[in-house]
Structures are given as C-alpha cells and as structure tokens.
C-alpha cells in the first residue's frame, strides 16, 4: 500500500491557524435579525419574535425583524420585489439570526420557508448566510413538539450557518403569553433566554473568524482550477 492519502493536493490543504481562530474583536453590538413564520392576525410566532427581540437588546445587541406580510410566494415575483429586497438586505445586514415557525401539519409553516427559500445560498461568489450563526425556536397549539425546529435546522445547514445547539419549543403557545403579549414566566420563558443567551455568545465567539471557519480545502482546490483554466484561456 503506497504511503499518503488518495487524490489529496498537498498545496490545498491548510493546518489549523490559532491566530485566524483569535481575531481582534469587533466591539459594535452583535447585528440579529429575526424571522417569524406567521401572518395571522394574533399570531404566537411574533409574539415570541417580540419576546426575543426584548431579550437581545437587554443582551445588548442591535436587532430588526423581518415582517413576513406582502411578502411573494418563491418564484412568484421577481427578485426586484420591495419585500424580497428588503428580506435579502436584512439577511445580509445581520451576522445572527433567529427563526420562528409555528407548527402546521407537523412541519414549519409555508410563510416560514418562503423567506428561506427567497435568501439565496449563494450570489455569484458570495454565500449571503455562510458563517452567520442562528437559533430555531416554534410554538405549538398542542403539546410540545420539535418537528418544526429539526426542519429549520436542516435548512440553516444547507445554508452553511452556524446554528447553535440549544432550542426552544413552546407547547399551548395560547396559555404562554399574556393580555399585553408578554411571555408568562415559566420553564418555557427560561427556554427562551437560554436560546438568545446562547446565540449571543457563538456570535460574539464566531462573527469576526466566520470567513476563516468557512474556509474550505474543496472550494480552495475548486478555485484554483478555475483560474489555472482562466489563465490558459488568456494566453491562447
């Protein structure tokens, strides 16, 4: 058996790097948006989107969310549209983001995968999610379930962001939030600060090395061919 490793290109391959793992810290506040998938009327999505959104400030972070109302089905519009444009420009303003769906029929919500599916993977060579971090919460009219959150985690790796390991699902979402809109004190509510406590600190830990983080040996090589080839091109 010969020694080294199958089709391996030695001049691609890069050891780890302490120091691009220990940039200078950015010292602006951690940039979130938040999505929310429903645009009913009393609607428990937003209304935890509002809750979040009171928790990361207090955890002194800028954060915007996206009202998802006006919004075209994929597809149906074209990218121009004033609310993809606005949904794509927020998606590229924050270095976090938080999603929340409802549960329906036992996935996320149809208006929840509409924004994802309007954020592009990538433009031209540019990977708009790549490196953001994300948390997935979902409220439930039932008992607790975690259909909806496996789902949004799988699209947050196809979106190759970093999304965080803690999660909150909020079971009778009805019986959760009060009068005024305000989430009741309870083991959900602490759920919830757990989820936004935890998605600061990995955007604090990983926003200024997430080029480094994404940095990857298939692309490197993939790269370098595509310009050894534009080369060649050129001096024909």
């Known amino acids: 058996m010969s020694e080294g490793f199958p089709a391996l290109d030695e001049g691609h391959l890069r050891q780890p790097d302490l120091d691009a793992l220990r940039p200078a810290l950015s010292t602006h506040k951690p940039r979130i948006l938040i999505l929310y998938g429903s645009i009913r009327e009393v609607s428990y999505s937003r209304l935890l989107a509002y809750e979040s959104r009171r928790l990361l400030e ?14 075209p089905l994929p597809d149906d519009a074209p990218v121009g549209h004033p609310k993809v444009q606005e949904l794509r420009e927020l998606s590229e ?15 996320m ?5 509409s924004q994802i599916d309007w954020i592009p ?27 909806a959150v496996g789902q949004l985690r799988i699209l947050g790796r196809w979106m190759r962001m970093i999304t965080i ?21 309870s083991s959900y509510y602490d759920r919830v600060v757990d989820v936004c406590e935890e998605l600061v600190k990995f955007t604090l830990l990983t926003r200024d090395a997430s080029d480094y983080l994404t940095d990857r040996y298939s692309e490197r090589k993939e790269d370098a061919t595509k310009l050894e080839q534009r080369v060649n091109l050129k001096s024909i």
Do not use: Y
């Not at 303003?93 to 996935?107: A, K, L, N």
């Not at 019986?175 to 809109?181: I, L, R, V």
């Open 93 to 107: 303003w924050s270095e976090g983001q938080v999603w929340i769906s409802p549960e329906r029929h036992g996935s």
């Open 121 to 147: 993977l990538s433009v031209g060579s540019v990977r708009p999610t790549q490196g953001k971090t994300l948390a997935v919460m979902q409220v439930s009219g039932g008992s607790q379930s975690f259909n």
């Open 165 to 185: 390991p803690n999660q909150s699902s909020v079971a009778k979402a009805f019986q959760e939030f009060d009068a005024d809109g305000r989430m009741k004190p």
């Open 58 to 71: 207090r955890l002194a972070c800028e954060v915007r969310i996206f009202d998802p109302k006006g919004l």
């Open 109 to 113: 919500t149809g208006v929840m995968k």
